[in-house]
């Protein structure tokens, strides 16, 4: 730390000589970002090599299977007045998700603006968004089971098939679940008004954060899973 | 880059760095409406690729660019990450290509797996159990 233009958050430069000057002081490696922030950031890193998991032994023991793998779009399809469309009810369910991350989106620039109702209403929306997902999947492994598929076996081919569809679409179901839990909090926290003493909104970028991480992470597992 | 641009005043040496909440992330909501129609739009495409029945090395390729795309949107504009410090970007971005190191070892370790079994088994049988 030979000079204070290293730490003093007013003469940052950007780019490389900025990552280098950052990194190389001895006080705080992400400047001018809010801690629960960074380590949000860094809960997701680790959450994404735990997802990653996952999908890495689902393609190992797909493409290490002799047994044809179950065609998901025959297994994924519902039949609706009459005509059986494929993959019809992860469509609906990814455009769901996708929407509440929009309006979480749009949640965490009103709380900057400080304008606490249309935030925690949005935030709340993002929620009710994230129930009808859950409750989608429920449907889906109600089917899914009441048509014999087990963790060790199903009745279509390679019996790996359910050991993945359970372990990868649960595991995300049950961070939806902690995603809409954790967004009520927040929701009622900012409309009581428990950020105004700091004016700190923070908050709700951080919750949105996982939100998003949240959707990022079905982004993959539809393209791996379900449509692969 | 806006927030970038609002630098606050002179401030001491030894001051700790103000959280700067005013400033922090504050776009234009726009932006926010156009990313969302576009993952719309972009999972109707990759959709498609599944109603059409594209197959082989275009059903892959699609499939994996509407993917990178949707994930990119995300990351880069709803999570803000276009508009972090450098320093964080590359502690959060850099990490996962590790998982291509993982993702290639699985690769061949499943394709010896594979082997073995339609040697041991034959074709036909599969794995026992």
């Given at each position: 730390?030979?000079?204070?233009?290293?730490?003093?958050?007013?003469?940052?430069?950007?780019?490389?000589?900025?990552l280098v000057a950052d990194w190389s002081t001895d006080q705080e490696a992400f400047k001018r970002v809010h801690w629960g922030k960074a380590m949000m950031w860094i809960f997701l890193l680790s959450d994404t090599f735990i997802f990653?998991?996952?999908?890495?032994?689902?393609?190992?023991?797909?493409?290490?299977?002799?047994?044809?793998?179950?065609?998901?779009?025959?297994?994924?399809?519902?039949?609706?007045?009459?005509?059986?469309?494929?993959?019809?009810?992860?469509?609906?369910?990814?455009?769901?998700?996708?929407?509440?991350?929009?309006?979480?989106?749009?949640?965490?620039?009103?709380?900057?603006?400080?304008?606490?109702?249309?935030?925690?209403?949005?935030?709340?929306?993002?929620?009710?968004?994230?129930?009808?997902?859950?409750?989608?999947?429920?449907?889906?492994?109600?089917?899914?089971?009441?048509?014999?598929?087990?963790?060790?076996?199903?009745?279509?081919?390679?019996?790996?098939?359910?050991?993945?569809?359970?372990?990868?679409?649960?595991?995300?179901?049950?961070?939806?679940?902690?995603?809409?839990?954790y967004l009520t909090t927040i929701a009622i926290k900012v409309f009581r008004g428990d950020f105004e003493r700091k004016g700190n909104y923070e908050v709700v970028e951080i919750a949105g954060l996982y939100w998003h991480f949240v959707?990022?992470?079905?982004?993959?597992?539809?393209?791996?899973?379900?449509?692969? | 880059?806006?927030?970038?641009?609002?630098?606050?005043?002179?401030?001491?040496?030894?001051?700790?760095?103000?959280?700067?909440?005013?400033?922090?992330?504050?776009?234009?909501?726009?932006?926010?409406?156009?990313?969302?129609?576009?993952?719309?739009?972009?999972?109707?495409?990759?959709?498609?690729?599944?109603?059409?029945?594209?197959?082989?090395?275009?059903?892959?390729?699609?499939?994996?660019?509407?993917?990178?795309?949707?994930?990119?949107?995300?990351?880069?504009?709803?999570?803000?990450?276009?508009?972090?410090?450098?320093?964080?970007?590359?502690?959060?971005?850099?990490?996962?290509?590790?998982?291509?190191?993982?993702?290639?070892?699985?690769?061949?370790?499943?394709?010896?797996?594979?082997?073995?079994?339609?040697?041991?088994?034959?074709?036909?049988?599969?794995?026992?159990?």
């Amino acid at each position: 730390m030979t000079d204070h233009a290293a730490t003093d958050p007013g003469t940052q430069s950007q780019g490389l000589k900025s990552l280098v000057a950052d990194w190389s002081t001895d006080q705080e490696a992400f400047k001018r970002v809010h801690w629960g922030k960074a380590m949000m950031w860094i809960f997701l890193l680790s959450d994404t090599f735990i997802f990653s998991c996952f999908l890495t032994s689902y393609m190992t023991v797909r493409s290490s299977t002799t047994l044809p793998w179950p065609d998901t779009s025959e297994v994924f399809a519902l039949t609706i007045a009459g005509h059986k469309i494929p993959m019809i009810l992860i469509a609906i369910m990814t455009f769901v998700l996708i929407s509440s991350s929009g309006t979480m989106a749009l949640a965490v620039n009103y709380g900057y603006r400080r304008d606490r109702r249309t935030t925690a209403l949005l935030m709340g929306a993002t929620a009710l968004f994230g129930v009808t997902f859950v409750s989608m999947q429920a449907f889906e492994w109600t089917k899914l089971i009441l048509e014999g598929v087990r963790p060790w076996g199903n009745p279509w081919g390679a019996p790996q098939f359910g050991s993945c569809f359970f372990m990868i679409t649960g595991f995300h179901g049950m961070h939806v679940s902690i995603g809409v839990i954790y967004l009520t909090t927040i929701a009622i926290k900012v409309f009581r008004g428990d950020f105004e003493r700091k004016g700190n909104y923070e908050v709700v970028e951080i919750a949105g954060l996982y939100w998003h991480f949240v959707d990022l992470v079905w982004v993959f597992i539809f393209a791996f899973f379900y449509l692969w | 880059m806006e927030h970038e641009a609002v630098h606050p005043g002179v401030q001491p040496v030894l001051a700790p760095p103000s959280p700067d909440t005013k400033h922090g992330q504050q776009h234009p909501l726009g932006i926010y409406f156009v990313i969302w129609a576009l993952l719309f739009v972009l999972s109707t495409f990759s959709f498609l690729v599944d109603y059409f029945h594209f197959e082989g090395f275009q059903r892959w390729a699609l499939i994996v660019i509407f993917m990178w795309l949707k994930a990119g949107l995300i990351v880069a504009i709803f999570m803000h990450m276009r508009w972090e410090r450098l320093a964080l970007k590359y502690a959060i971005l850099i990490p996962p290509l590790l998982l291509a190191v993982l993702v290639a070892l699985m690769s061949i370790e499943s394709n010896y797996t594979y082997w073995t079994r339609v040697i041991f088994f034959g074709v036909l049988g599969g794995p026992p159990g």
